[in-house]
């Protein structure tokens, strides 16, 4: 049976996981799960520490065990994302791709590291060798996405949705392309990031966002400001719940100075301020190519 599957012991903790529930991950009962899903399980609860900052932790659960592939990923992902060998990650990685190429969490996890390099064709390589993983899929549509490929992030998630009917992970693997394809498709992507946002048993701050993001897209501003609100009271320093409040407040034209500062302080290297730095440098570079002229 696929562990994964509806019937499968993992598919509770996945889709915990995949739905943001990163503190539920990492309380998750697992010790009734049998032994080959033992690894797998792991791999899913130490994926759950690094996305809620807990590189130190981590790394020191897995240091006498770098001799499991799937533990070597682990490794090298939070190394890269605790800063400061990002380069030695990346070539960690590097490693394990070439050795241990078919290894899914290799994949998944040196598929990220990449990505986030902006190694983007190497990590959709390594991915392509996944066999029948959603997770693998996932992060393709992603990485699709970020290189503004949004045909082929949607051909992705529909190739997936013939084999996974209504998975968890391809509903938002689609939605995330339906922000980007617009139309129909918000209110479509509305209804799936809502259903997951507002039943407690799910909810968490990514759904929110995508609740909010949604509703931005729709119009529905004061329905977006309560689901941000909503995501703050869960976590008030999330740098991508700053960022989007920047974004509904700008349109509401309202100050946004105390948001920004807050964000810079939380994380200084967020997206959107490097996105508003470069925009407004071009900007001021533009300026200089016209001189106003007054009439009196």
Known sequence: ????????????LHNAFHAGQYTACTTFDTSSFSASNALPARILQLRAQLALGEYDAVLSSVKSEQNVPDLAAVAALAAYEKGGKEVEAVERVRKLASAQGDNLSVQLLGGTVLARA???EEALALLARHQGSLDAVALIVQIHLLQN???????EAQRARKWAQDSLLVNLAESWVGLREGGEKY?????VFEELAQAPATQAVHSLLGQAVSELHLGRLPEAEAA???AEAIDGDNADVLA???VLNTILGQDTKELKGKLAKVSPEHQFLEDLKSKSEAFEQAKTKYTPKFEV
Not at 149 to 155: E, F, G, I, M, S
């Open 1 to 12: 049976m696929d562990p994964y599957s509806a019937e499968g012991e993992l598919v509770n």
């Open 118 to 120: 902006g190694e983007y």
């Open 149 to 155: 490929r949004t045909d082929l992030a949607a051909k």
């Open 187 to 191: 209110q479509q992507a509305f209804y």
């Open 228 to 230: 941000l609100q909503q």
């Open 244 to 246: 989007n409040l920047i």
